[in-house]
């Protein structure tokens, strides 16, 4: 087993599994705790419509997703803020929208697209040096952010009615936070994929929410979680040959599953926030 580490593209892939999972950990809980799971989904497919026009123009891909994903999630909020429109509509509205101009533009491109497999599926083997740099420096400014606004971000979290009324910054929060959202997808699908990005969002959290009944906690606890789901699927994967993605994602549902029986059978042992 100590021989695999021996080869840089399995430390890159151990490093950058760590480096999601704290990102994912921290933009999980915010997402999850403002009932917005949905809305990574909806960047997720929003990202296909500039995938497809960056190859029909030519250009990169992956910033052209990025570029599109940064404008949906600020679609999203100016929706639901302006026109208002309900956010999981608002979401719907641009998850369609996005999905449809990618379909139209990869018709419309000459040739085959195999590109789109990864973006799909990913691969966490293949991360590059320059792919770590790119993560390594959201990292900071997400922690950054989060560290100077952390008492805004949790009162919006919670209540985004009770923060205005408050006089919190809550415009600013909010599409900081939700073009942050936006940022750590670009980053990620490629390497994760959408299975293993929506998980690393969702199951975490919702499985630290079980026995944890504040923000900062549920935050650390999912983190760590993820951080050991995650390093032992890529460890289980060099084992047995098969997939990470795939033992990752198991994992996760399986330490929940677990967790939730402990908590049916010990209800004292349940904290979920309400």
């Not at 593209?9 to 403002?34: D, E, H, K, M, Q």
């Not at 123009?57 to 302006?82: D, K, T």
């Not at 009324?165 to 073009?179: H, I, R």
């Not at 998980?199 to 923000?215: C, K, V, W």
Request: proline share 3%; charged share 10%.
């Amino acid at each position: 087993m100590l021989e695999i580490l021996q080869y840089d593209f399995f430390i890159n892939a151990l490093v950058a599994v760590v480096l999601i999972s704290l990102c994912a950990g921290t933009i999980g809980t915010y997402i999850i705790t403002r009932r917005l799971v949905a809305v990574s989904g909806g960047i997720t497919h929003a990202c296909f419509g500039g995938l497809g026009l960056g190859y029909f123009l030519g250009v990169s891909p992956v910033a052209m997703a990025g570029a599109f994903a940064v404008a949906s999630s600020i679609g999203v909020e100016w929706l639901a803020q302006r026109l208002r429109l309900r956010e999981d509509s608002a979401i719907a509205v641009i998850w369609a929208l996005g999905m449809a101009l990618g379909i139209l533009f990869v018709f419309l491109t000459p040739g085959y697209v195999p590109e789109l497999n990864d973006f799909l599926f990913g691969n966490i083997l293949t991360v590059s040096a320059a792919d770590l740099r790119a993560i390594g420096a959201y990292t900071i400014v997400l922690a950054a952010f989060w560290i100077w606004q952390r008492r805004n971000i949790i009162a919006i979290a919670f209540d985004r009615d009770f923060a205005t009324v408050a006089g919190l910054p809550v415009k600013a929060v909010s599409y900081t936070m939700t073009v942050l959202v936006a940022v750590c997808i670009v980053l990620t699908i490629r390497l994760a994929g959408i299975m293993m990005l929506m998980s690393m969002l969702s199951l975490p959290i919702i499985t630290a929410e079980i026995f944890a009944g504040n923000y900062g906690t549920i935050l650390i606890r999912s983190i760590i979680l993820s951080l050991l789901s995650s390093i032992g699927g890529l460890v289980l994967s060099a084992i047995i040959d098969v997939p990470c993605s795939a033992l990752i994602v198991l994992i996760m549902v399986a330490v929940f599953i677990v967790c939730k029986l402990i908590a049916a059978a010990i209800p004292s042992a349940s904290n979920d926030v309400k």
